[in-house]
């Protein structure tokens, strides 16, 4: 492909690329119609009162500035539990202290480290706050020591305050899902009319899923009844290609528009529905506790200084009159990523999924995956090799027609360059020359181009969809245990110096699969016939170009270098299958020497 070709092509991406922001410009997201006046209850009575709080012969609630402390009474843990997971509750702030997934393991397919722990996945780690508990909020939740009750199927926790409130959060669980529903009330139990300070509810952290986490695709997620947008960026990392970048530390949205919000990781989300939209979602970079110098010994690769995103949801302040009691409905999801469950579930969570614009090619490839799984149990590895096939054998003809471009490029390459040789001092009679040589020989760069633009989006979307399949966790291909992480085989001890693939430092792991990706991409490269307009030292780079991806791509999971594996392979042989229509090629022009003129 010449210039003009890369050119269009980097263009047409761009362009594909903007297309979300420029849709958020001419058409923003339009309110959410729900009811945001919270809900009041006078003596059984449904009432609503402003949320802007009448200051005038009003008693706030005493300290509302002191920061809440940790309880100093003994922790009491309540658990209850379904068919798939298991929600841990603590007296210490009267909320979920953990969820257990018991279907996930945090090691999946393939044998732990003797110092690594492979217990169920846990979400919103011990060391969180509770969820559901007022953060930084010490008049609504006092010494944060909470008593439990057992409610039905579900539990309650009750703590009354000095000043006459009462705090009740009621907790059930689903049977068979991964929901939880929550219902918090504060009662006015006093004969004055209180203020109520601004609530900032905990709503989950997002941790690690085991000790070798880096916590790369840890982020937040919101929606505000339109779209959707995900804060990531969270971890501290040396930047691209070891250039320092400072990790985001504050992650903040909404405009009273907040219909759900929630953090993720790769494979796992909590999220958080209240029955009425919040004011703003905030996202905090917490530290984590460190792995202990026997856990260390014991598991070389566990990550040595652990991140986590701490997660709130914030009401503004409000009046709560005398007998009455602000009550407000929380469901919550803790649960994996997984496409088809989400795509249930109201409002819209499946959009935690991360798609964007590439859902419409991502979700009928995931669907066409599982179908090749469950219909013939075919194995996911092998499921990617066969709908990698299946999209270049639908694209077959529109590659044939770019690699027929590139192949008469070539053919016309000694002409282009007697013409640009002759008219180089002339750039006006150049261009004109080359058009009008590419018009009598039948080439047209464009034809080359386009082809390769409409795949684009099926490709991207394909990698999207690869990227969060929580159905390639703990899947095997051949060598590979698990097709979600890289397919390390072996660690060479001593070589762990190599910062610009983010090795640990006990060693330099041995990934296979990405080593053959680069070694087919070298391979395409070099058949691929160089475009005639570059010079040697472009041409050169061009064809040695892989190399830099094997740093770029060295840690990604096996699933992502096995798909673009087979990719090379397949166009390899497309290239060698592919022949250039004989046409008859246009002699350039002789050069002529020019004589002076006599007089």
């Known amino acids: ?13 761009a362009i594909f690329l903007a297309l979300p922001w420029v849709s958020k410009k001419l058409y923003p997201p339009l309110p959410v119609r729900t009811n945001s006046v919270p ?5 059984g009575a449904v009432v609503t009162t402003p949320t802007t709080p009448q200051l005038n012969g009003i008693n706030p609630l005493p300290g509302v500035a002191v920061p809440s402390v940790r309880p100093a009474g003994p922790e009491e843990i309540f658990v209850l539990t379904n068919a798939r997971a298991r929600f841990v509750f603590t007296s210490h702030g009267g909320g979920v202290k953990r969820v257990e997934l018991l279907a996930y393991k ?5 044998k732990p480290a003797s110092g690594a722990s492979n217990s169920p996945i846990v979400l919103n780690h011990d060391t969180a706050p509770p969820l559901l508990s007022l953060r930084d909020n010490a008049p609504l939740d006092g010494d944060g020591e909470f008593q439990f009750q057992p409610e039905g199927n579900g539990l309650r926790a009750i703590k009354d305050l000095p000043g006459g409130l009462r705090i009740t959060r009621e ?6 899902d991964y929901l939880l529903s929550a219902v918090v009330r504060i009662e006015n139990r006093t004969t004055n009319t209180l203020l109520l300070p601004a609530r900032e509810w905990a709503i ?9 986490d880096k916590g790369d695709a840890i982020g937040v997620d919101w929606y505000n009844g339109s779209s959707s947008s995900q804060g990531l960026g969270w971890v501290s990392s040396p930047g691209f290609l070891c250039i320092p970048s400072s990790a985001r530390q504050e992650f903040t949205a909404g405009e009273s528009n907040v219909v759900w919000a929630g953090v993720h990781s790769q494979f796992f989300a909590l999220i958080t529905v209240p029955d009425r939209p919040a004011e703003r979602t905030v996202g905090h970079r917490v530290l984590l ?5 026997a856990m260390v010994k014991g598991d070389p690769l566990a990550v040595a200084q652990p991140i986590g995103v701490q997660t709130t949801m914030q009401y503004p302040a409000t009046t709560l009159n005398a007998g009455q009691t602000l009550e407000q409905r929380f469901s919550i999801y803790a649960g994996p990523k997984e496409y088809f469950g989400l795509s249930r579930l109201q409002p819209e969570l499946d959009r935690v999924m991360g798609y964007g614009w590439f859902g419409f090619f991502a979700k009928p490839l995931l669907l066409g995956m599982n179908l090749l799984h469950s219909s013939i149990s075919l194995p996911y590895g092998w499921c990617i090799v066969v709908i990698t096939f299946l999209i270049k054998s639908i694209f077959w003809p529109l590659t044939a027609v770019s690699t027929r471009s590139m192949k008469r490029m070539a053919e016309l390459g000694p002409q282009l360059q007697a013409i640009r040789d002759k008219y180089k001092e002339d750039p006006a009679k150049l261009n004109e020359k080359t058009l009008q040589f590419m018009r009598e020989s039948g080439y047209n760069p464009v034809a080359g181009c386009l082809p390769m633009i409409v795949q684009i989006p099926v490709f991207i979307g394909f ?4 990227r969060s399949a929580i159905e390639l966790r703990g899947a095997s291909f051949i060598w590979c245990a698990d097709l979600s992480m890289a397919d390390t085989i072996y660690i060479v001890p001593g070589l762990g110096f190599i910062p610009l693939i983010g090795v640990p430092d006990v060693g330099l792991p041995i990934n296979l699969m990405p080593l053959f990706y680069v070694a087919t991409a070298l391979w395409q490269t070099h058949l691929t016939p160089p475009s005639p307009q570059m010079d040697p030292m472009q041409q050169k780079m061009m064809r040695w170009l892989p190399l830099m991806f094997l740093a770029l791509f060295y840690n990604y999971p096996a699933g992502l270098t096995l798909y673009w594996t087979v990719q090379n392979l397949l166009s390899i042989l497309q290239t060698k299958l592919t022949k250039t229509k004989a046409r008859a090629v246009v002699p350039a022009t002789p050069v002529r020497p020019v004589r002076a003129n006599r007089r």
């Open 1 to 13: 492909m010449d210039r003009k070709g890369i050119a269009i092509l980097v263009a047409a991406f």
């Open 39 to 43: 809900t009041l209850i006078t003596n």
């Open 106 to 110: 945090a090691f999946a397919g393939r």
């Open 171 to 176: 907790f059930h669980p689903g049977t068979n």
């Open 204 to 212: 989950g952290t997002a941790t690690p899923m085991n000790s070798h």
């Open 289 to 293: 506790p460190p792995p202990t110098a």
């Open 463 to 466: 990698f999207t969809m690869i």
